[in-house]
């Protein structure tokens, strides 16, 4: 399974925009990117995936390098509520798993 | 979208003993998961519940300390089995549905189970 490198940790202002980044190196020509998040005491949560180009949909976007070994997930305005830990995961093939990285911890300040 | 019910939502067990879990989906799905995840850690990949046949397991996660069952499109169990408190963890179930070429692009969990083994 390749592999997903993020931050540890990043932190916010409410209402302004984050950049979650991800380094997939070794993504393969099939994988698809995904993106989740877990609140706290909550199972994940899906946000959004894409191939090749980007993405945008009602809870964030998805901007995939043009080479594909990187992709930003944005947050357009952050709030409390997107305190989270966000997975960057690739996934592809008839398995369909997913692997969980470290993530990255959002701290979201008022 | 899919709506999981996980029981128990959580149990405090004696070592030696063996829980099961029940993951519950509210509609048909193709593929069922086991996840782990430990205090303060990621989740890890413990099977792939198949439908009618055996679970497929991933490294390091064995069918005779979690058999795992699937009877129909909608239900799945984790056993764990003989429990050590090395155990303790959260449990989680997912599902997901596929889509064009056999890919599912969503995965939806279960609120997980709750492991305590004293």
């Known amino acids: 399974d390749a592999k997903t490198t993020q931050p540890n940790s990043m932190e916010s202002n409410e209402e302004e925009p984050v950049h979650l980044p991800c380094n997939h190196s070794?993504?393969?020509?099939?994988?698809?990117i995904h993106w989740y998040r877990q609140l706290p005491s909550q199972g994940p949560e899906y946000v959004i995936h894409?191939?090749?180009s980007n993405v945008n949909n009602r809870m964030a976007s998805l901007a995939i390098a043009e080479d594909r070994k990187s992709s930003t997930l944005i947050l357009h305005r952050a709030t409390l509520r997107d305190a989270a830990v966000y997975y960057c995961?690739?996934?592809?093939?008839?398995?369909?798993?997913?692997?969980f990285g470290t993530g990255t911890l959002l701290a979201v300040q008022p | 979208s899919a709506v999981i019910s996980q029981k128990p939502s959580r149990d405090i067990c004696q070592r030696g003993t063996s829980l099961t879990i029940q993951c519950q989906v509210d509609?048909?799905?193709?593929?069922m998961f086991w996840y782990r995840q430990q205090p303060g850690q990621s989740l890890t990949l413990i099977a792939t519940?198949?439908?009618?046949?055996?679970?497929?397991?991933e490294s390091g996660f064995v069918i005779d300390k979690f058999p795992i069952s699937r009877p129909n499109l909608t239900f799945s169990t984790l056993t764990v089995s003989n429990m050590s408190p090395e155990d303790s963890s959260i449990y989680l179930c997912?599902?997901?549905?596929?889509?064009?070429?056999?890919?599912?692009?969503?995965?939806?969990f279960g609120p997980g189970t709750r492991l305590t083994v004293t």
């Open positions: 997912s599902v997901a549905r596929l889509g064009i070429e056999q890919i599912s692009y969503e995965q939806y």
């Open positions: 070794t993504i393969s020509g099939t994988d698809y």
């Open positions: 894409g191939l090749t």
């Open positions: 995961i690739l996934s592809g093939g008839a398995t369909n798993k997913l692997i």
């Open positions: 509609s048909q799905v193709t593929m």
């Open positions: 519940a198949n439908q009618g046949s055996e679970a497929t397991y």
